[in-house]
């Protein structure tokens, strides 16, 4: 059989061997894996248990709303609608610890309308939190529509409208009110709707003219009140309403006259009617002779050692008529401490530039109570009777006299309660107007309940000091 021959080349001509160099393998199967794998997720489930059980997570709404801040507002623009009031409610989860720490300032919800125009945006509302661990799932309302406008104001005038009456017998005139326009300002469709700002007045049955600071509202041409506008400078209005009494018609106070002393150990410590006043109807003419007080029959204190209650009738000039024949007089009646009635002239005080004022009486019965000394002590000097007219005007006004006393003594009535003061401008005159009494040359008479009077004459020193008149007191009875 012929053989194959081979063409086998020289050894020096072949390439030279590779070195063959060793490499560590890592030989691990794939239950190896699965177990180590397995173990990891077991320690993992493991320690999330522990931590769990040690502070675990909770989830709940926040007990309380957030309010919205509002940001990012246009210049020259200005919401619609108030979105002051806008709170937003929150579903939290967090760990317990988070929980037991958490206040609402940790929380901040914000409306940001930064680059936004006129018209109708629906917005976003972003919540930021301080506490890292705390998640916000939920927002309720989580968008807000804001209508945007054009801040705009413009003048408007004032208007006062008087909500109720008057007393019977009394009319009231225009009221007097400053200022007598404000400018309104806000959105420009709000403002448009704006015709006056109003404010209402009631007078709560007034005799006398009546004074009030009340607030303005903006309102539209149906007197509804429009929202989202500021009313400047203050959006208050200084008010004030006449009061006067109808012709032929005159209230004047009750004075109850009293006749004998109570027992011994006990005196007169108030007297009250009821009514206080009365209205008297008649000619006028023959009205204005009527004094600002009308007397009863006298109310018999003698003997009393308690208050004396009992309806008296009215001594009522002829061709005059009252609205009631009878008011109810009481007269406290107490065990003495010590006590005294004085005659005390009426000082008219506070009365305006340029008017004048009478009086339907030139003084009044102050009934005093205290220690004895303090009431032997007692001269003209220590005890007076204001009439304060201040910020009254033109017209009749029944006045209650206020009484300055020294420490240690109590008034517990004044006869009458109230004092009728005409007041009338320059050209109607006035030539029974009370003074302010002066110290020197002036004198008053002071009537004790009881006791002997206090009389004496104020006379100058002659460096400006006034030497006190000398007075006398004994105990009563």
Request: glycine share 8%; hydrophobic share 40%; no cysteine.
């Amino acid at each position: 059989m012929a053989m194959e021959s081979v063409d086998l080349q020289p050894e020096s001509d072949l390439p030279p061997a590779p070195i063959a160099r060793s490499r560590p393998t890592i030989q691990m199967n794939l239950s190896d894996l699965g177990t180590l794998v397995l173990s990891l997720v077991l320690a993992l489930v493991i320690w999330l248990i522990a931590v769990n059980q040690e502070n675990p997570l909770i989830k709940e709404q926040l007990a309380e709303a957030i309010p919205v801040t509002i940001v990012g507002v246009g210049e020259g623009l200005q919401p619609v609608q108030d979105l002051s009031k806008e709170s937003v409610t929150l579903e939290l989860r967090a760990p317990r610890t988070s929980w037991e720490s958490m206040k609402n300032d940790d929380f901040r919800a914000v409306l940001d309308l930064t680059g936004l125009g006129p018209g109708e945006h629906d917005v976003a509302v972003k919540v930021t939190r301080r506490d890292p661990q705390v998640s916000v799932l939920a927002v309720q309302r989580p968008e807000l529509t804001v209508i945007l406008d054009r801040l705009v104001e413009k003048e408007v005038p004032v208007q006062v409208e008087i909500m109720d009456g008057t007393a019977y017998g009394y009319d009231w005139q225009a009221p007097i009110y400053t200022p007598v326009t404000v400018t309104v300002s806000g959105p420009e469709s709000q403002v448009q709707q704006v015709t006056k700002a109003r404010a209402e007045i009631f007078l709560g049955n007034a005799k006398s003219q009546v004074e009030r600071t009340q607030t303005l509202v903006p309102v539209d041409g149906q007197n509804r009140p429009v929202d989202g506008v500021a009313v400047a400078p203050s959006g208050r209005v200084q008010v004030v309403v006449p009061v006067e009494q109808w012709p032929g018609r005159k209230e004047v106070a009750v004075r109850i006259k009293l006749s004998g002393p109570p027992a011994a150990g006990y005196r007169l410590s108030s007297v009250r009617s009821e009514p206080s006043t009365v209205v008297l109807q008649g000619d006028p003419d023959m009205l204005s002779q009527v004094p600002g007080y009308i007397e009863t029959e006298p109310l018999d204190l003698a003997g009393a050692t308690a208050d004396v209650r009992k309806r008296v009738a009215l001594l009522l000039p002829q061709e005059v008529t009252a609205d009631m024949d009878f008011v109810m007089a009481t007269a406290g009646v107490s065990p003495i401490e010590g006590g005294i009635t004085v005659s005390e002239p009426l000082i008219v005080r506070g009365l305006g530039a340029g008017l004048s004022a009478d009086t339907a009486l030139a003084e009044v019965d102050v009934i005093l109570s205290g220690p004895m000394p303090l009431l032997e002590s007692l001269n003209e000097d220590d005890v007076f009777t204001i009439l304060d007219l201040t910020g009254l005007v033109q017209g009749t006004h029944s006045v209650e006299p206020a009484v300055l006393y020294p420490e240690g003594i109590r008034v517990d009535g004044v006869i009458p309660e109230t004092v009728e003061v005409v007041i009338k401008a320059p050209n109607l005159g006035a030539t029974d107007a009370l003074p302010v009494l002066p110290a020197g040359q002036t004198s008053a008479t002071s009537t004790l309940t009881g006791t002997p009077t206090i009389t004496g004459t104020v006379t100058s020193a002659g460096d400006g000091s006034t030497i006190p008149p000398t007075s006398t007191a004994m105990p009563q009875p």
